[in-house]
Structures are given as C-alpha cells and as structure tokens.
C-alpha cells in the first residue's frame, strides 16, 4: 500500500469501521497469507493465523479513537498483529508431538497429479530453505521478498530499527544464495 493509500484506507475506518474494514481484508488478506504460509508448516495455520490476524485488528480498531486509527500504519501493525500469533504458533507446536500432516493444497487443487508434486516439492524445498535462517532473517525476507512490505513497515511490524531489518534482509538473502550455490 502506498502512503496515500493508507491514508485513505485509515480515514474511511476512522470514518465507518464496519463498512470499509472489509476493503482491508480484501486489500491486505493474500499478502498476509503467503507471508505467514512461509512462517508456518501447514496452510490450515496460515489460514487461520491470517484469519485470527484480522479479528484481533477488528476488536482492536473497535476500542480505537479517530485520531488513533489515523495515525495507524496499518500494514504493519496488521503484521505485528501476525508475527506475534505466528510466534505463539511456533511456541504452541514445540511443546506437542511432532506429527505428520498431509498438505491439502497439494490434494485438493484440482491440477494433474504432475503438476500438484512439481508445486510440493518446490513449495517443500523453498520451506526448507527458509527455516535454515535465524528467525529474524527469516522473518524479514518473507516480509520483504515474499509478501513485499517496505523496511519501514517491516521494521514497525518486527519493532527492530530499519537498520537492523535491512541487515536481516541482506543477510538472509546471502545465506540463501550460499545454500543455492
């Protein structure tokens, strides 16, 4: 989203919460979706991680001033809302028994058989990749180059300074090369 843009989007739920917060979900929802699907083993999670991302920002906003939601940079605070459910996703699942699930996606996409293994594998191999980096690289490069906040959204959504994401970024992005390499 662009300044501007946010700034409309802010003014019309300052203005009517009930009637424009739908165009945020839609405006915002796949971006949150496969941003958090690469932070999370399964897509049932990211489904309802990305779901329960927007109740929260719905309660939230409810409780909210004017002012306050016109001052709000809303795609970041929406992802600090999901970085923090995906944390307590992560922490939740290390304290259960690892168990094996089938990915619906790869099932029920109505594609060939040649097709949904093609997309698995590589889908498999990308979540790989990623969970080899140190969670904060991790977490800004899928912010960044997955789901395309800029730094200063990332760096709001993360609470680290901009700096800091921009290393992460760069260094996550080595690592990767190197692994690719």
Known sequence: MTLDTVELVNSHIANDLDGAF???VRDMQHGIYSGVRRMVPS????????QETF?????ALGGYSSDRIRELNLPGWLWTIALNLCRNAARTRSRRPRTVELDRDAFF??????????EADENRRWSELLEGLPSAQRTAVVLRHVVGLTYQEISVATGRPQGTVKADVHRGITKLQEVLS
């Open 55 to 59: 109740i929260r920002a719905y309660r």
């Open 109 to 118: 996409t109505g594609r060939g058989p040649e097709a949904e293994v093609v």
């Open 22 to 24: 739908p165009d945020l």
């Open 43 to 50: 897509s049932a999670d990211a489904e309802d991680i990305t």
